[in-house]
């Protein structure tokens, strides 16, 4: 009788069935897509060589995962995030943008609509105490100013929630803003310092990095999604320097370009933006690559 275990001839022979049954896929990508993940899934199976038991703990883990997803927490993503799947995807595509601001990871929170807000609006609902000012342009890798850009922000409050983590004292959209830029390409808003935080850990992927002794937290950012009209769209942070974990984020997404600087308000750039002189302010340049496909629409 012909083995089974690694090497077997049945098990190579099982792979290729599985990668032939492919051959009438209609599109093309979808057809390389499902062949390579066969061939490295299949490989994988082969050199862990899991036990039954094995295998249905790993079908329970991902069935886990997926019941903890809802309508305002994606525990798909996180997972994605915390293997470094997601940094990867980010890299990869990063490298048919040189010259625009590096990107980095969605993570799992940006699951509800920010709220529309003016130029120089607060996204603090709450009126928490300390102040922080962040002024910015989007613009092209050539340089030019894209005005009517759509700028989707959101972060966590100063003790490291996000307003779904805590329905009952954040109101929705605390800590969220669509912005529009002006006709300099220019943005502006008031919000507060954002904490370091640990990424949630009361489902599959919080036992996952239990079992592996790694910590769950993020050192203190914000997020931006930037659009505009014939731009691919740039998702990314800004990091506050000095923040704990910011060389062992839990996601792997910190990048040195996007730990930004942190200055203060002074007298006139306090009458400016309608803040106190001294508070916090942060600058941030995102930069988009033109859209290879010539696509118009913003999404």
Not at 227 to 249: A, C, E, K, N, V
Request: proline share 8%; hydrophobic share 35%.
């Amino acid at each position: 009788m012909t083995s089974t275990r690694t090497g077997g001839i049945e098990v190579r022979r099982l792979t290729d069935e599985v990668i032939r049954s492919f051959d009438g896929t209609p599109d093309a990508r979808t057809k390389t897509i499902l062949t390579s993940l066969v061939r490295h899934l299949h490989d994988f199976v082969r050199e862990i060589e899991p036990s039954l038991p094995e295998w249905e703990a790993a079908i329970e883990f991902l069935t886990a995962v997926g019941h903890k997803c809802d309508p305002v927490r994606q525990e798909f993503v996180l997972l994605s995030d915390v293997l470094g799947v997601s940094m990867l995807v980010e890299t990869i595509n990063d490298q048919h943008a040189p010259g625009a601001t590096d990107s980095t990871v969605l993570g799992p929170f940006h699951m509800t609509v920010s709220p529309t807000r003016e130029l120089g609006e607060s996204i603090d609902e709450v009126g928490s105490p300390h102040h922080l000012l962040v002024t910015g342009t989007v613009r092209g890798t050539d340089g030019q100013a894209l005005p009517h850009a759509t700028v989707d922000v959101w972060q966590c409050n100063e003790e490291g929630f996000y307003d779904v983590q805590q329905p009952e004292t954040q109101p929705a959209g605390n800590g969220r803003g669509l912005f529009i830029t002006d006709e300099q390409g220019r943005f502006w808003f008031r919000t507060v310092p954002p904490s370091h935080y640990p990424i949630p850990t009361d489902g599959p992927v919080g036992a996952l990095l239990k079992a592996t002794d790694r910590h769950p937290y993020r050192p203190a950012h914000i997020h931006f999604i930037a659009q505009s009209d014939r731009y691919q769209p740039l998702t990314t942070h800004i990091f506050l320097p000095g923040s704990p974990y910011l060389d062992s984020d839990a996601v792997f997404a910190v990048k040195p370009s996007l730990v930004g600087d942190l200055g203060t308000v002074d007298a006139d750039q306090a009458r400016q933006y309608g803040v106190a002189v001294g508070s916090a302010m942060a600058t941030v340049d995102l930069i988009l690559a033109p859209d290879q496909d010539g696509a118009t629409d913003v999404h």
